[in-house]
């Protein structure tokens, strides 16, 4: 017990790149000693590459998950949770040389390892506010996570689905494959396709959820009332969380994955709907005054306007003033002039 101690606290100070010559040569004897040793030893060196890796420009959040990585070795444990940061964020590398064989990747996000697999654990991926992440499945599909969400799986080969769960906003381009359907859970609906692309909305805070296909087909169950749905392309679903009803609707699809190419739209949104959006984009609070009327409807798009200009351009239409402090923006009832 002693000594798996100190070979888990030299691992430490390997991968830090903190390791003495004494150090080096007492790992390499240790891996010498059997093959459960270099397993071992692979284990934690491919756990410590998915929490580390920084490819395109996007950098994972380094020191929280090292020092997860460092939690997981104390206790055996091994649950990954990727939280991905943008490059605006300075941060060391403290990388293993083997780290580079996965740098030769050529899509932003992460494959996770089959041999990971058979440990049955959750991978959680995160998206920080204000920003989007783009993630790679291990079976090939692609998925953007927009401002603040989450996006989670088992790592189960045993599974007979590909199930993941969705907290907040994401759009799927799924790897067809005819033996294991992709479930996408959330909340208040799940959402059944092969192989297919859709945009599904799905905030904590929001009143409705939704889900817009894009291509293929989808069939998105109600959790509360058991009812299904399937939808075309063109189409959306929406779930009201008050009244627990489920609705079909034409829209423009391309309005509802904007998003992606760091665009925002609106098509006749209520200004509620705008506010809430504004605040993910632009990553701030935004505190209303109760006597707002919110009648006004907007049809806009955003591209590179900051959020002042934005607001600027609100406030030609509708009875606001506003006042921006750091990351609060106090929006109140006035005249227009």
Same mark, same amino acid.
């Given at each position: 017990m002693?000594?798996?101690?100190?070979?888990?606290a030299?691992?430490?100070r390997?991968?830090e790149?903190?390791?003495?010559?004494e150090?080096?040569?007492q790992?390499?004897a240790y891996? %010498?000693?059997?093959?459960e040793?270099?397993?071992?030893?692979?284990?934690?060196n491919? *756990?410590?590459?998915?929490?580390?890796?920084?490819?395109?420009g996007?950098?994972?959040? *380094?020191?929280?998950?090292?020092?997860?990585l460092?939690?997981?070795?104390?206790? %055996?444990?091994?649950?990954?949770?990727v939280?991905?940061v943008?490059?605006? *964020?300075?941060m060391?590398?403290k990388?293993a040389?083997?780290?580079a064989?996965?740098?030769?990747?050529t899509?932003?996000?992460?494959?996770?390892?089959?041999?990971?697999?058979?440990?049955?654990?959750?991978?959680k991926f995160?998206?920080?506010?204000?920003?989007?992440?783009?993630?790679?499945?291990?079976?090939?599909?692609?998925?953007?996570?927009?401002?603040?969400?989450e996006?989670s &799986?088992?790592?189960?080969?045993?599974s007979?689905?590909?199930?993941?769960d969705?907290?907040g906003?994401g &759009?799927?381009?799924?790897s067809?494959?005819?033996e294991?359907p992709?479930?996408?859970?959330?909340?208040?609906?799940?959402?059944?396709v092969?192989g297919?692309?859709f945009?599904v909305?799905? &905030?904590?805070?929001?009143?409705?959820?939704?889900?817009?296909?894009?291509?293929?087909s989808?069939?998105?169950? @109600?959790?509360?009332?058991?009812?299904?749905?399937d939808?075309?392309?063109?189409?959306?679903?929406?779930?009201?969380?008050k009244?627990? $009803?489920?609705t079909v609707? @034409?829209?423009?699809?391309d309005?509802?994955m904007?998003?992606?190419? @760091?665009?925002?739209?609106?098509? @006749?949104?209520?200004?509620?709907?705008?506010?809430?959006?504004?605040?993910?984009?632009?990553d701030?609070n935004?505190?209303?005054?109760?006597?707002?009327?919110y009648?006004?409807?907007?049809?806009?798009?955003? $591209?590179t306007?900051s959020?002042?200009?934005?607001?600027?351009?609100?406030?030609?239409?509708?009875? *606001?003033?506003?006042?921006?402090?750091?990351?609060?923006?106090?929006i109140?009832?006035?005249?227009?002039d």
């Amino acid at each position: 017990m002693e000594r798996e101690k100190k070979f888990e606290a030299l691992l430490v100070r390997y991968f830090e790149k903190d390791a003495s010559e004494e150090d080096l040569l007492q790992l390499k004897a240790y891996l %010498n000693e059997s093959k459960e040793n270099c397993k071992r030893f692979d284990e934690l060196n491919e *756990i410590y590459q998915l929490t580390d890796i920084t490819a395109k420009g996007w950098l994972y959040d *380094i020191d929280s998950n090292w020092n997860q990585l460092k939690a997981r070795i104390q206790s %055996n444990s091994i649950a990954p949770v990727v939280k991905m940061v943008s490059n605006k *964020i300075h941060m060391l590398w403290k990388t293993a040389a083997v780290i580079a064989l996965l740098l030769a990747t050529t899509f932003m996000g992460l494959f996770i390892s089959d041999r990971l697999a058979v440990d049955s654990r959750m991978v959680k991926f995160v998206a920080p506010k204000g920003e989007k992440s783009k993630v790679i499945l291990d079976d090939g599909t692609l998925v953007w996570l927009n401002s603040g969400s989450e996006l989670s &799986y088992h790592l189960d080969k045993r599974s007979k689905t590909r199930k993941v769960d969705l907290t907040g906003e994401g &759009y799927f381009e799924v790897s067809k494959n005819k033996e294991l359907p992709f479930v996408v859970h959330t909340k208040r609906f799940d959402i059944k396709v092969l192989g297919t692309q859709f945009n599904v909305s799905a &905030y904590d805070s929001d009143i409705v959820n939704e889900a817009t296909l894009k291509e293929g087909s989808i069939s998105v169950l @109600n959790n509360r009332t058991g009812k299904y749905l399937d939808i075309e392309p063109g189409e959306q679903v929406k779930v009201n969380l008050k009244t627990n $009803k489920m609705t079909v609707e @034409n829209v423009r699809v391309d309005d509802y994955m904007a998003w992606i190419e @760091n665009k925002l739209r609106f098509d @006749n949104s209520s200004f509620l709907e705008v506010v809430k959006k504004l605040e993910r984009w632009y990553d701030v609070n935004i505190i209303l005054d109760d006597e707002l009327l919110y009648k006004e409807r907007y049809t806009m798009t955003v $591209k590179t306007e900051s959020l002042r200009e934005v607001l600027e351009l609100i406030q030609i239409t509708t009875p *606001i003033h506003y006042k921006i402090e750091e990351e609060k923006v106090f929006i109140t009832y006035g005249n227009l002039d």
